[in-house]
């Protein structure tokens, strides 16, 4: 498949996802989405990689929905274009997934950032759900989502006003990991991803699996659910070579099995 | 937008120099010269071959501040401030190329705030500052109370607010307020000496200088280090950097682009 929204870069172990429409500001149609999960889809089966980017330009992560999609549609034909169907695959995607912000993150660019597992913020990102200004909510997760990451009350102000804040502001209420120069972003981005590639990448799956259980059950099924990984570890190579290698005091060097 | 009314704008080696020219109400703000303000140091932001700016008054004064007269009805103090003033402060602040105020005269108020904003000073010995916001029952705003505290202390800060009385061009020296003092007739030539220098340095490294002490009044010393060693790796790809690494050991002068 070749994409024409995005553009796929690989240098190994690393994959970066930049979303590629700049004369609309990133948004994100249809076609943009699809892509996105064909190329996720891809990175999942190639053992090479162990974490991807997701990323846009300097202007803008992604500044929302494209708005042309949705002019005279009606919820009968929203409901049969399963258009929340890909953002599904987005959730399950088992990898470690960085967004690396800049600019524009709103409406379904903030619910995309917010569906990855780390967020980096360039100094000059914007970060807001304006839905409401069209008469709209979010509706890919952004209500379930930005309540778990900054709270009820600050999660109300953002979609009930529709205004976006700003990089440090989004820092402070903790919706983002670290607010770093905007030259720097895709060099900040790299070297985290760079340094969670270089861990044994079946606990990091596990311990992202199990992250991610902790929004979605009670703390009993949830300490359950770690506990189970927790035990499946101790069947990897990898755990064996990292305890000789910490008892050892060498560095580990982890296979992936 | 129109061509300016309120303000002058000339440009000569690199330097662009905004006058505030409403020297009949002492170049007072209105609404329609701080729009002009801001739209000025935007387009010198923009452009590349513009790499200082200077901002000055024309006539007797630097600026007196709010023009108290131009109060539309019904009138918001916070609405006023956050559409006009608070943006302005923050643009002159977050440039990323020195700017310099060349305070003429009195510069009073927001005026006052105005100049504090700047990254540097050089004051005619006529100049004057003057907090006068509590001699019309007011606090000071456009940043004076962040700039004064941090520049002269806030014991002094405080006694320049309370009793609103006029800071000389000498004490303000003294007190930190101001770089330099210039005779008047010596200012604009001294002023254009500074900024031609500072238009023919490392404009890159001058403005990610400027990020790196935005950040650090609001940052402790372990956040501080990360922020420098980020912004020394941005500083290090400038040809600005090559250029003076190079000059450094061929033993001559920089000729730094500002790239």
Same mark, same amino acid.
């Given at each position: 498949?070749?994409?024409?929204?995005?553009?796929?870069?690989?240098?190994?172990?690393?994959?970066?996802?930049?979303?590629?429409?700049?004369?609309?500001?990133?948004?994100?149609?249809?076609?943009?989405?699809?892509?996105?999960?064909?190329?996720?889809?891809?990175?999942?089966?190639?053992?090479?990689?162990?974490?991807?980017?997701?990323?846009?330009?300097?202007?803008?992560?992604?500044?929302?929905?494209?708005?042309?999609?949705?002019?005279?549609?009606?919820?009968?034909?929203?409901?049969?274009?399963?258009?929340?169907?890909?953002?599904?695959?987005?959730?399950?995607?088992?990898?470690?997934?960085?967004?690396?912000?800049?600019?524009?993150?709103?409406?379904?660019?903030?619910?995309?950032?917010?569906?990855?597992?780390?967020?980096?913020?360039?100094?000059?990102?914007?970060?807001?759900?304006?839905?409401?200004?069209?008469?709209?909510?979010?509706?890919?997760?952004?209500?379930?989502?930005?309540?778990?990451?900054?709270?009820?009350?600050?999660?109300?102000?953002?979609?009930?006003?529709?205004?976006?804040?700003?990089?440090?502001?989004?820092?402070?209420?903790?919706?983002?990991?670290?607010?770093?120069?905007?030259?720097?972003?895709?060099?900040?981005?790299?070297?985290?991803?760079?340094?969670?590639?270089?861990?044994?990448?079946?606990?990091?799956?596990?311990?992202?699996?199990?992250?991610?259980?902790?929004?979605?059950?009670?703390?009993?099924?949830?300490?359950?659910?770690?506990?189970?990984?927790?035990?499946?570890?101790?069947?990897?190579?990898?755990?064996?070579?990292?305890?000789?290698?910490?008892?050892?005091?060498?560095?580990?060097?982890?296979?992936?099995? | 937008?129109?061509?300016?009314?309120?303000?002058?704008?000339?440009?000569?080696?690199?330097?662009?120099?905004?006058?505030?020219?409403?020297?009949?109400?002492?170049?007072?703000?209105?609404?329609?010269?701080?729009?002009?303000?801001?739209?000025?140091?935007?387009?010198?932001?923009?452009?590349?071959?513009?790499?200082?700016?200077?901002?000055?008054?024309?006539?007797?004064?630097?600026?007196?501040?709010?023009?108290?007269?131009?109060?539309?009805?019904?009138?918001?103090?916070?609405?006023?401030?956050?559409?006009?003033?608070?943006? $302005?402060?923050?643009? %002159?602040?977050?440039? /990323?190329?020195?700017? #310099?105020?060349? =305070? +003429?005269? !009195? &510069?009073?108020?927001?005026?006052c705030s105005?100049?504090l904003?700047?990254?540097?000073?050089?004051?005619?010995?006529?100049?004057?500052f003057?907090e006068?916001?509590?001699?019309?029952?007011?606090?000071p705003?456009?940043g004076s109370t962040y700039f004064l505290a941090r520049l002269v202390g806030i014991?002094k800060a405080l006694?320049l607010c309370? $009793?609103?009385?006029? %800071?000389?061009?000498? /004490?303000?020296?003294? #007190?930190?307020l =101001? +770089?330099? !003092? &210039?005779?008047?007739?010596?200012?604009?030539?001294?002023?254009?000496?500074?900024?031609?220098?500072?238009?023919?340095?490392?404009?890159?490294?001058?403005?990610?200088?400027?990020?790196?002490?935005?950040?650090?009044?609001?940052?402790?010393?372990?956040?501080?280090?990360?922020?420098?060693?980020?912004?020394?790796?941005?500083?290090?790809?400038?040809?600005?950097?090559?250029?003076?690494?190079?000059?450094?050991?061929?033993?001559?002068?920089?000729?730094?682009?500002?790239?």
């Amino acid at each position: 498949m070749t994409f024409e929204a995005i553009r796929v870069t690989l240098e190994e172990p690393i994959a970066t996802i930049q979303i590629h429409r700049p004369k609309v500001l990133n948004a994100l149609d249809r076609q943009t989405m699809d892509e996105i999960v064909a190329a996720l889809e891809r990175f999942e089966s190639d053992d090479a990689v162990r974490v991807v980017i997701l990323t846009g330009d300097e202007r803008a992560f992604a500044a929302g929905a494209d708005i042309h999609e949705f002019r005279g549609a009606g919820p009968v034909r929203m409901l049969l274009e399963y258009r929340f169907q890909q953002w599904a695959r987005i959730r399950t995607f088992p990898k470690p997934l960085v967004a690396a912000v800049s600019g524009y993150c709103l409406g379904g660019g903030c619910e995309l950032a917010m569906a990855c597992d780390i967020i980096l913020a360039a100094e000059n990102a914007r970060f807001g759900q304006p839905e409401v200004n069209l008469g709209l909510m979010p509706g890919a997760g952004g209500t379930q989502r930005l309540v778990r990451a900054v709270g009820k009350h600050r999660a109300m102000e953002l979609i009930l006003t529709g205004r976006p804040i700003p990089a440090q502001q989004a820092y402070e209420w903790g919706l983002v990991n670290r607010v770093v120069p905007t030259e720097m972003l895709m060099d900040e981005a790299r070297a985290l991803a760079r340094e969670i590639a270089a861990k044994p990448p079946i606990a990091v799956r596990c311990a992202k699996e199990a992250i991610q259980m902790a929004l979605e059950a009670p703390l009993s099924v949830g300490l359950e659910y770690e506990r189970k990984l927790f035990y499946l570890l101790f069947a990897t190579e990898d755990k064996e070579e990292g305890i000789e290698a910490f008892l050892a005091k060498r560095p580990p060097v982890f296979r992936g099995r | 937008m129109d061509a300016f009314e309120t303000i002058l704008l000339e440009t000569r080696d690199g330097v662009r120099t905004i006058t505030l020219n409403r020297p009949e109400v002492l170049n007072a703000f209105n609404d329609r010269m701080l729009i002009e303000l801001r739209q000025a140091l935007r387009e010198a932001e923009r452009d590349e071959a513009v790499r200082c700016v200077v901002l000055t008054g024309a006539g007797r004064a630097f600026s007196s501040g709010q023009d108290l007269r131009a109060r539309t009805e019904p009138f918001s103090f916070a609405a006023h401030l956050r559409a006009h003033y608070n943006p $302005l402060i923050l643009q %002159v602040r977050s440039m /990323e190329k020195p700017v #310099l105020a060349a =305070v +003429n005269g !009195v &510069a009073a108020g927001a005026g006052c705030s105005l100049a504090l904003a700047c990254d540097l000073r050089i004051a005619s010995t006529q100049a004057q500052f003057i907090e006068v916001f509590s001699r019309v029952g007011l606090v000071p705003d456009s940043g004076s109370t962040y700039f004064l505290a941090r520049l002269v202390g806030i014991g002094k800060a405080l006694e320049l607010c309370l $009793l609103a009385e006029p %800071v000389g061009a000498e /004490e303000a020296l003294r #007190l930190g307020l =101001v +770089n330099w !003092v &210039a005779p008047p007739e010596e200012l604009m030539g001294r002023t254009m000496e500074i900024a031609t220098r500072l238009a023919q340095g490392p404009t890159r490294a001058y403005g990610l200088t400027k990020r790196a002490f935005l950040h650090t009044l609001q940052a402790d010393l372990a956040s501080t280090l990360e922020y420098e060693a980020m912004l020394q790796e941005i500083a290090g790809r400038t040809e600005d950097h090559r250029e003076g690494l190079a000059a450094f050991f061929e033993k001559r002068a920089p000729r730094f682009t500002g790239r």
